[in-house]
């Protein structure tokens, strides 16, 4: 298919650099990553033209503005790294090219404020957050759940622009359970455990009863939340904690939330996260530059769905979500 638009795709800035996590992979590996990262022209843009990607729509790189504990550099580095994203993709290539705004969540205000700057002064589409933000230390992280987030969450609504859920690893004091398994400690498990909790905390939390026209975006085709939604509601239903919801959760996972293809190119979970969600919910996404461009098109573009399916996928569904 010619047009896709890719919707979780990376770039780091200069001074987000030194933010970037450890990654356990092969030197092979780690070169295309730090290639792509840092580059427009000389890998990005043929890889886009070579597997019929029409846009990226590009976002700061994990973990990025949330990993800094303290609040000023957080500022400070969101606005850095949104303006070179600006020059650096948009102005260039204003065709091929949209942006995600990275927000300092350690100050709910200012990341507002930042947003609203991206979105109405650099034509921003979003924002992302690379998951929770530390805040004071780097053993402290605060999920967006937290009543102090609601006037961040009331400007996206104002703003009516989705908002990117990215994963990022469990804080230092929380990794327990992944001792002795540093496989399991990064995007191949322990990102997925972080984002879905994240996004249940969100749910259960009432934030969509508070603000019922958010638009939230999870990748890797929903982080795993999908197919355990049943028995999350099941247990919800007997457990005696007192939270009042207006409806069941599953309903706000279809009225509130977007699922893309990132890094997860695997058939019967594609089919079952439609199933549950409906064709209009999910996104076609690589996660350039961690993942191969070539693998993910090979996939989607040979994945069984009809070629009316495969179009909103690979582009309508973008162009409506982000106005483009
Ligand atoms: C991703 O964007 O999915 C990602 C990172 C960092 C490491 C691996 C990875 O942001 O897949
Ligand atoms: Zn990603």
Known sequence: MTGKIAIEEHFVSKEATP??????????????????????????????????????????????????PDRDKAVKIAKLANDELAERFLAKYPTRFAGLA?????DPKAAADELQRS???LGFKGALANGFSNVEDLDTGEYYDLPKFWPFWERVQELDVPFYLHPR??????????EGHPELLGPAWAFGVETSTHALRLITSGLFDRFPKLKIIIGHLGE???PMMWRVQNRFDYASFGKRLEKPLMQYLKD???????????????????????IDRILFSVDYPYERTDQAVQWFDNCGLS????????????????KL
């Open 19 to 68: 933010y970037l996590p450890p990654l356990g992979v092969t030197v092979a590996v780690q070169k295309r990553i730090d290639d792509g990262l840092g580059d427009v022209e000389r890998y990005r843009l043929p890889e886009m033209y070579k597997n019929g990607i029409d846009v990226q729509i590009v976002s700061l790189t994990a973990d990025g503005v949330q990993l800094e």
């Open 102 to 106: 990275a927000v300092p969540l350690q």
């Open 119 to 121: 979105i109405e002064q």
């Open 169 to 178: 690893g469990p804080l230092d004091s929380q990794q327990r359970i992944y």
């Open 224 to 226: 795993g939340l999908v």
């Open 256 to 278: 509130n939330f977007f699922i893309t293809t990132s890094g997860n190119f695997h058939t019967p979970t594609l089919v079952n996260v439609i199933a549950e969600m409906g």
């Open 307 to 322: 070629e009316e399916d495969r179009q909103r996928i690979g582009r309508l569904n973008a162009l409506r979500l982000f």
